[in-house]
């Protein structure tokens, strides 16, 4: 019996986090034309559901179309699915900038497959780590650490800004916790699709504070069209059906790891678009965190390897 192959996963987990790294830059363009982050999330997820739904119900003859999960409380995990992914962790991130500086909201937020790995510890007893894993996530975490902070190590903390970025950092590492068990219970369309339905339907109240769409004119400029379509189609669509296929591949942890590489495109993106400078810290950081990810995946090896019949 042989180790399955997981090159091909991993490839494409990395170029999911790559396509989410480059979000912050379409998005930043995007407000520069007048669109509010909660605007920009509304449509994106707006787009990407429409169309997930019309192609699960194209497909409707040779697959099962299922409108909801199997019982209410596996629909009340849909939503949690939702609020997690979409609403709390969007609103929650880009409210944190308005009151935090980037460097403390990227730093909190990128911290994320740290607290999953705890998170992880905690609730599955089986999920035990060993050294080689928590040396490869710790040093993953430093090397992201150093490409956020660009070589100066001076924070200045802001309660409300770090905690709301804290709060979308536990957000996605609830996510991945609930999606673990969802995966081998669901297609992998049909919980993308549940994800974007709660993520907006959650996410409306929050118009009730706020105003509502920008003017058509600006929605009909031909850059916001097109960084719309990235963001909606791309950046949701693909990246979170991509992305919740390597979980059930990878499993939560391993791909989650991968979070540790999104400030890593962003700055590759923003030097390329924005004209930003990259230094020998974001070399340096790059290099770490990619050894981290390379130590962290050691432990899935050697389990695999455990598994193995003797001959």
């Known amino acids: 019996m042989k180790r399955e192959n997981t090159m091909l996963y991993h490839l494409v987990a990395f170029l999911t986090i790559a396509v989410w790294g480059t979000t912050f830059v379409w998005t930043k363009l995007l407000i520069q034309n007048g669109l509010s982050p909660v605007n920009i999330f509304t449509i994106r997820f707006l787009m990407a559901y429409v169309l997930l739904l019309g192609f699960s119900l194209i497909r409707v003859r040779k697959h099962k179309f299922m409108w909801f999960a199997n019982g209410w409380k596996e629909e009340l995990k849909m939503m949690g699915l939702g609020i997690t992914a979409g609403s709390m962790y969007f609103l929650s991130e ?19 497959p740290l607290f999953t790995m705890l998170l992880f510890a905690a609730v599955y007893k089986s999920e035990l780590f060993n050294k080689i894993q928590i040396i490869g996530s710790m040093l993953a975490f430093a090397g992201m650490a150093i490409v956020v902070l660009n070589g100066r190590f001076v924070l200045h903390l802001q309660p409300a800004g770090d905690s709301l970025a804290f709060a979308a950092c536990i957000s996605w590492a609830i996510y991945s916790l609930l999606m673990k068990p969802m995966t081998g219970r669901y ?83 923003a030097w390329w678009v924005l004209d930003e400078q990259i230094t020998g810290y974001f070399i340096v950081g790059s290099a770490l965190i990619l050894a981290g990810m390379y130590l962290s995946d050691k432990r899935g090896k050697n389990e695999d390897k455990a598994k193995l019949p003797k001959a």
Request: one cysteine or more; proline letters at 7%; charged letters at 5%.
């Open 94 to 112: 880009n409210a944190a900038l308005q009151y935090t500086t980037a460097t403390n909201a990227s730093l909190i937020v990128c911290s994320c």
């Open 187 to 269: 297609p992998t369309l049909f919980l993308t699709r549940k994800v974007f339905f709660y993520g907006l339907v959650t996410a409306l109240p929050y118009y009730i504070i706020t105003p509502g769409l920008p003017p058509a004119e600006v929605l009909m400029r031909p850059q916001v069209i097109a960084n719309l379509l990235f963001l909606g189609c791309v950046a949701s669509m693909v990246c979170y059906l991509t992305w919740n296929w390597c979980m059930a591949k990878l499993g939560a942890m391993v791909a989650t790891n991968w979070v540790y590489f999104n400030p890593i495109a962003t700055i590759v993106v």
